[in-house]
């Protein structure tokens, strides 16, 4: 039957792979044109029924992907505030300009901060000038509330924070510009670290990159962030990016400036990477915005709300060139729009994956090492016994049989099938024993599939097939 179940006692002598297309079983065909697709930057659409490895196909994919070389920043605009430029920093700018002019990094005690930035990062009281930590709120020597930045030409503001109704934490960052004697400008960063010490970032620079880096550009997609991004479809929000709300607009000295209230969106986050969209066809009217970001590789932020101050605010022409892959079971296929389908069709691939596989000895195997694999990835349950892998490899067959009409197969609904290897060993965890035994499996098999057998009984779906499927799953 299997020349791999022949040689174990138990599930723990298999070995598991790390390549995750390997863990994806009965979809060799898919897994080749989904390596492709990655290889040549086209769009995917997989088909199918549920619980059949369309995800874990998405994420295996984002592991062929090459390190993301471009950083999206925002920069403001001085002649439309409202209308924030892109930037874009690629990777080779950054390795030039860090040859050109090297960093120093240092580490300091809060009591070497200078006086300001103690000030600013919460460890100085602004009215008496003693320390303390950023947490305490209130100076504790002269009582005074420290994160109130009351100033003469920005009273009203000061009055807020000191209600703590705006900006309530003291700055974990603060950036400097140094001018020095021989006439450039130095970029220092000070940034708090988790054991209460302050870690210094120091470069000299042009004033132009000094200026440009610690006060114009804000970055909404850094090099550093995943480049797999999975949409859930709930919002526009979501998927196309937003302008935060400020109470005070864009007011000098009052309000946060508009580029550093830009919120990326999932296509912007995706750039040079993947997005996944699992059930597509629930985006509804969102779908013809995607159609566009995939067409133009570029899609505007602005802000949703009609109310938000944000809603004034548009950012142009955001990179977003990512590789979609989207899925759909059979039956929402008509609720994706034709011309999105169309576009994926044309520049890309559209699969449709099997939900079950014909039972030979290399498909045995595979689902042999999909049990280890079950078991590994749980971490609560205990292993199988070969024999206790003999009954899951029996209920993949009557699964296959009775779901998809197919004799001498094996099922490739592993969802299922995983819901019942966790429930036997749940059982088996009940039971005190070391092992799962085929009695363990025997009894989860009821237990999995009572709610199908209920729902049969009840005039809810085949009375003709409850008989039938008592006979299998009981």
């Keep these: 039957m299997s020349e791999l179940l022949s040689h174990i006692a138990t599930t723990e002598e298999i070995r598991i792979s790390q390549d995750p297309f390997e863990r994806i079983i009965g979809q060799e065909h ?51 505030p409202n209308r924030p430029e892109v930037v874009i920093r690629t990777l080779v700018e950054d390795v030039d300009r860090d040859d050109q002019y090297p960093e120093d ?8 901060l200078p006086y300001d930035v103690a000030v600013e990062m919460g460890y100085r009281c602004p009215h008496c000038g003693s320390l303390s930590l950023p947490e305490q709120g209130v100076c504790i020597d002269c009582g005074s509330a420290k994160r109130c930045d009351w100033k003469e030409e920005n009273s009203y ?24 004697a021989d006439g450039t400008d130095t970029l220092v960063i000070y940034q708090r670290d988790k054991f209460d010490t302050i870690k210094v970032i120091s470069r000299t620079t042009t004033q132009s990159e000094a200026v440009t880096e610690a006060y114009d550009e804000f970055t909404i997609v850094p090099r550093s962030a995943s480049r797999f991004i999975r ?53 509804g009217p969102l779908q013809k915005h995607l159609l ?46 034709p011309p999105l389908r169309s576009r994926i069709r044309g520049y890309g691939y559209e699969i449709l994956l099997s939900s079950w596989t014909k039972k030979t000895h290399d498909a045995v195997d595979q689902l042999v090492r999909f049990v280890a694999q079950t078991v590994q990835e749980d971490r609560k349950i205990p292993h199988f016994t070969a024999e206790a892998v003999g009954e899951i490899v029996s209920i993949s067959e009557r699964m296959a049989l009775k779901l998809d009409g197919q004799p001498d197969s094996l099922t490739l609904r592993l969802r299922e099938l995983g819901g019942v290897i966790r429930i036997a060993g749940d059982l088996a965890v009940q039971d005190g024993a070391e092992l799962v035994c085929p009695e363990h499996v025997k009894r989860a098999e009821e237990l999995a599939f009572r709610s199908e057998i209920e729902k ?10 409850a008989h039938d499927y008592g006979s299998y799953f009981l």
Excluded: W
Excluded at 39 to 50: A, I, T, W
Excluded at 157 to 179: P, Q, S, W, Y
């Design 231 to 283: 949409v859930s479809g709930a919002s526009a929000v979501e998927l196309l990016g937003d302008v935060r709300h400020d109470p005070y607009g864009s007011a000098d000295g009052l309000g946060v400036p508009p580029h550093q209230r830009v919120v990326p969106g999932a296509i912007h986050e995706a750039h040079e990477g993947i997005l996944y969209i699992d059930e597509i066809a629930t985006l």
């Design 105 to 112: 990094v240092f580490y300091i005690r809060p009591e070497e």
């Design 30 to 80: 898919a897994v080749m044109l989904v390596r492709s697709a990655v290889l040549q930057r086209r769009h995917v659409l997989l088909c199918g029924e549920p619980g059949i490895g369309k995800s874990m196909l998405a994420k295996a994919a984002s592991t062929l992907l090459s390190p993301a070389r471009e950083e999206i920043r925002v920069r403001a605009n001085p002649v439309a």
């Design 456 to 465: 049969l009984s009840k005039g809810q779906g085949h009375l003709a097939d």
């Design 157 to 180: 503001h000061g009055l807020f924070r000191a209600l703590n109704l705006i900006h309530e934490r003291a700055e974990t960052t603060v950036t400097r510009v140094d001018k020095q």
């Design 292 to 337: 566009t970001a995939m067409q133009d590789k570029r899609y505007p932020i602005t802000g949703h709300n009609p109310h938000s101050s944000g809603a004034s605010v548009r950012v142009d022409d955001v990179p977003c060139d990512f590789i979609l892959i989207a899925s759909t079971n059979l039956e929402d296929l008509p609720g994706i729009l």
